[in-house]
């Protein structure tokens, strides 16, 4: 279970004027598959890296399973059982599929059990098994080994920042289904934060995030509805309405 | 050859025991031990320090070691080799030198290489060069490689240098004729006070000869390392050289790559990049669980692999 209490994230600009992107979420997930969504700026990555470490909130706490890990590095919430994956993959001169692979899962793995995580993604895994992680390689497929390292940690929180993001409509459509399977087979908690309505489709609950601010959190039954051409749509443009006013 | 030596022997050469084929094991400025095949034969130089290498013509699937070991503090060589590759041959030849110094005089090896390649003759050179010692003595390496690339003929050179050499000064020369091809893999880390310096020039002189220099380095501490390569591209050719270094702590790092065409359809290309680790190559690994520190050595690692 992860708990945020009061969090609130600041950051302040060169002529010291200081800027709320997050102010004072607070929220319970102990569901198996939650959704955050929400217009673009309004906080939703700051809030996943907030959980897995790599930003430090302003004010507030965040708990998992009881336990204060507010202050943890990030080394020590990844052995706490916080995964991440990041929007944009990083890429590594050297370093193969494998060797991620390997050190995602703390131990070197056999090649069928890297196989199996890598076709769990959807790729061939003798193809891609002693490939470099680099800019040869697509959008989608980056996408993919990120998402076969979470796997290959099976942590107790998985929390993927806009697998969408950056891949073409071909590409995610299958995405969608290592996403819908996932589900179906990962122990655990996953957070997906997505705009996709097939993700939000398969979620038990749905976070909205808007302008910093936590506006709906429930199941996917009662917020769902809500977004669809309307809330979601409209929020973002209100600041751009008020402005024509 | 003692313990010390067999322990520099495995880390220059991959050698547990006397290797397969023909070798030259040099031990101390001295001929160690020596084997010749029936297709490859090696002779002692008579006006200098040395040897000739000489590999018949059609010569397949055969290797030649050459690894030299020094663990006589303050001992000073210059050794000739000359390798003659004959045409059609296809062959791997090991070549490294390991420095042990437990003195306080400097160690030094400077192995002049020449290679002779045949008509359509193949080579993998590998070559190694690593430093120990627990004395204030400095190992000192200056290789010099000059090869000489007939018809069709392929190179391929790597060296790698990843520990305990003081200082280093290496020259690598490639003169190509038509069809030949010429590629370098260098791999460097230097540490503490340790001085690097690599140059490549290769001459293209044939029509459609080609080659690749590609150079990977992490400087760490105060070490310093300079790079410099150049392309001659004198004929329809193809020439790519890269440079590629993680600099880190006070190190300093210069790359100087250049290219000359001298022919209209002379295609040179050239990339050099310098920078410290990635911030969020850390993150990710430590994501992962990793500390900083080890998702440092991971990346450093797969970076030299």
């Known amino acids: 279970m992860l708990e945020l209490k009061n969090i609130s994230y600041e950051v302040s600009d060169e002529v010291d004027d200081s800027k709320e992107i997050l102010r004072d979420i607070s929220l319970t997930i102990d569901d198996h598959f939650v959704a955050i969504t929400g217009p673009n700026g309004g906080g939703k990555s700051t809030l996943a890296k907030i959980i897995a470490g790599i930003l430090t909130p302003t004010s507030g706490q965040i708990l998992l399973d009881g336990e204060d890990i507010t202050d943890m590095s990030i080394t020590d919430r990844a052995r706490a059982g916080i995964s991440f994956a990041f929007q944009q993959p990083v890429q590594f001169k050297g370093l193969t599929v494998k060797d991620l692979i390997c050190l995602a899962a703390g131990q070197e793995l056999k090649i069928n059990e890297v196989c199996d995580l890598l076709s769990e993604v959807g790729l061939c895994a003798r193809d891609y098994i002693d490939r470099e992680l680099n800019g040869k390689l697509s959008g989608g497929e980056l996408k993919r080994i990120e998402i076969a390292m979470i796997r290959a940690r099976g942590t107790k929180l998985s929390i993927f920042d806009e697998p969408e993001a950056g891949i073409d409509l071909w590409s ?58 309307t809330a979601n749509a409209t929020s973002a443009c209100k600041p751009l309405a008020s402005g024509l006013e | 050859m003692d313990t010390i030596q067999k322990n520099i022997l495995k880390e220059v050469a991959g050698l547990h025991k006397v290797p397969e084929g023909a070798y030259n094991i040099r031990a101390n400025g001295k001929m160690d ?12 130089k ?82 190694k060069h690593y430093g120990e010692g627990d004395g204030n003595g400095e190992n000192v390496m200056d290789p010099v490689t000059v090869c000489y690339l007939e018809e069709g003929a392929s190179m391929v050179m790597e060296s790698t240098q990843i520990k305990g050499i003081d200082s280093t000064d290496r020259v690598t020369k490639g003169y190509l004729k038509k069809d030949a091809y010429f590629e370098v893999k260098e791999n460097i880390m230097t540490h503490g006070k340790q001085v690097a310096k690599t140059s490549f020039d290769v001459e293209l002189n044939g029509e459609n000869s080609s080659t690749n220099v590609i150079s990977r380095s992490v400087a760490r501490d105060k070490s310093v390392q300079e790079f410099t390569s150049t392309i001659q591209g004198n004929n329809a050719c193809h020439g790519h050289s890269e440079c590629d270094a993680i600099i880190m702590d006070d190190a300093v790092v210069n790359a100087a790559p250049a290219l000359n065409a001298n022919n209209i359809d002379a295609s040179l290309i050239h990339e050099a990049a310098i920078g410290k680790i990635a911030g969020e190559q850390l993150i990710k690994l430590m994501t992962l669980g990793l500390t900083e520190g080890e998702a440092e050595e991971q990346i450093i690692n797969g970076f030299l692999k």
């Open chain 2, 33 to 44: 031990s020596r084997n010749t095949t029936a297709n490859i034969d090696i002779v002692s």
């Open chain 2, 46 to 127: 008579e006006d200098k320090d040395g040897i000739d290498i000489i590999i018949k013509p059609g010569t397949v699937n055969e290797s030649v070691h050459i690894p030299v070991v020094l663990s006589e503090s303050g001992l000073q060589e210059c050794v000739y080799n000359d390798f003659f590759i004959g045409e059609g041959a296809d062959v791997t030849i090991v070549a490294g030198c390991g420095i042990h110094n437990c003195g306080v005089d400097t160690s030094k090896h400077a192995g002049i290489h020449t290679f002779h390649l045949d008509k359509n003759a193949k080579v993998r050179y590998v070559e």
């Open chain 1, 172 to 229: 995610f459509q299958s995405l969608i289904h290592v996403f819908e399977k996932m589900r179906d087979s990962i122990d655990g908690t996953i957070i997906i934060i997505s705009h996709q309505e097939r993700i939000l489709n398969i979620a038990d609950k749905i976070v909205v995030l808007s302008d910093g601010k936590l506006t709906n959190y429930g199941p996917r039954e009662e917020v769902l509805p809500t977004l669809l051409g």
